[in-house]
């Protein structure tokens, strides 16, 4: 009833692009606090971008600046990450989380809801 959905992962060469969306079902995003969450083979799971809500502020780990875009479409009830400049070390599932009570964006057990992932990798 209360679902978020990954989608737009692929195999992309460094230096690329790609826009990973995360739509939500059961309960209105631009009420929540969403994040971006990142996690690779034998790594924990790590904070790469969040936005507050009801326009509030964006957020990016100092890996991602300058790179990465975090962005709304409330009329889809969905959250965008934008990546640009690809690198080999993005490689990684990437999960959504929203949070309804807690604003410590970084720290991954502030979020309520968690979605499936989607993996991208980025590669030559």
């Known amino acids: 009833q209360l679902q978020l959905v990954e989608s737009g992962g692929g195999l992309v060469q460094p230096g690329g692009s790609l826009r990973l969306s995360c739509a939500a079902s059961g309960f209105t995003l631009d009420y929540y606090n969403v994040g971006w969450f990142r996690q690779a083979p034998g790594k924990e799971r790590e904070f790469v971008a969040a936005?507050?809500?009801?326009?509030?502020?964006?957020y990016y780990a100092d890996s991602v600046k300058g790179r990465f875009t975090i962005s709304r479409d409330n009329a889809k009830n969905t959250v965008f990450l934008q990546m640009n400049s690809l690198k080999p070390e993005d490689t990684a599932v990437y999960y959504c989380?929203?949070?309804?009570?807690?604003?410590?964006?970084?720290?991954?057990?502030?979020?309520?809801?968690w979605g499936q992932g989607t993996q991208v990798t980025v590669s030559s």
């Open positions: 936005t507050m809500r009801s326009g509030g502020s964006t």
């Open positions: 989380a929203a949070d309804l009570d807690y604003n410590d964006y970084r720290n991954r057990y502030a979020y309520d809801y």
